[in-house]
């Protein structure tokens, strides 16, 4: 069954690093999504992105993150200067489109960050 | 979105049936109702969606009041691999858009 993909699995870095978080999201997908977790609390919307643009993105997405999608395939998430604050557990997720109503979101394992 | 309300916490013993409430008192005509769960920090994964009508699928069954003001997944006969955290998540339907995830409900599913 085709799956989300994420690497690394788990980061580790100095505060102030920039950081390149990966996600390959299934192939014929077209919607892709970031979502975050800090450790204990809610699973929280970061960011949207169809059609090679954001279309929408939450508070929490501030200057410091930004999305592309290099080529076919992979989908990141940069943190340009990580603060302490940023230590979460990060979800890509990514959708069909041409469902009608349909949205079931499909989600990757996850990368946990550490800023140290 | 509408807001919805779960129990923080359930307990579910091995093998019977799991049935979780949710309570959506504004939701409006366009908006659908739909369920992930979470198992141990793991990403969320979806179990099943519906508008007004009852839904059932290979994960469970969906029971949405005539009303629609409040909604009860069924997981029929339950395993410790159903112990996860469960959210019901109300929003328009249709393609792209953000999931908003609540507290959700922790179920315990014990032997």
């Known amino acids: 069954e085709p799956e989300v993909t994420q690497t690394p699995s788990h980061q580790v870095t100095q505060m102030g690093q920039e950081v390149i978080l990966r996600c390959v999201p299934i192939?014929?997908?077209?919607?892709f999504y970031w979502y975050r977790q800090i450790l204990g609390q809610k699973v929280e919307f970061l960011v949207s992105?169809?059609?090679?643009?954001?279309?929408?993105k939450s508070e929490i997405f501030d200057d410091q993150f930004s999305v592309e999608r290099p080529d076919g395939s992979n989908f990141t998430l940069k943190i340009r200067s990580t603060k302490l604050e940023d230590s979460a557990m990060y979800f890509c997720?990514?959708?069909?489109?041409?469902?009608?109503?349909?949205?079931?979101?499909?989600f990757g394992p996850g990368t946990r960050l550490t800023v140290l | 979105d509408a807001k919805t309300t779960q129990p923080p916490s359930m307990d579910c013993a091995e093998g019977r049936a799991a049935n979780l409430p949710c309570n959506h008192s504004?939701?409006?005509?366009?908006?659908?109702v739909y369920w992930y769960r979470q198992i141990h920090s793991q990403g969320p994964q979806y179990i099943i969606h519906g508008l007004k009508n009852n839904e059932t699928n290979e994960m469970a069954s969906l029971i949405i009041t005539e009303d629609r003001k409040s909604s009860t997944l069924i997981l029929p006969h339950a395993t410790l691999r159903d112990t996860a955290v469960y959210y019901c998540?109300?929003?328009?339907?249709?393609?792209?858009?953000?999931?908003?995830f609540g507290q959700g409900t922790e179920l315990s599913v014990k032997p």
């Open positions: 192939s014929n997908h077209l919607y």
């Open positions: 992105f169809y059609n090679n643009e954001i279309s929408e």
């Open positions: 998540i109300v929003r328009v339907g249709g393609q792209g858009g953000k999931l908003i």
């Open positions: 504004t939701i409006s005509g366009n908006e659908y």
């Open positions: 997720a990514s959708s069909e489109a041409g469902r009608g109503d349909y949205n079931e979101q499909f």
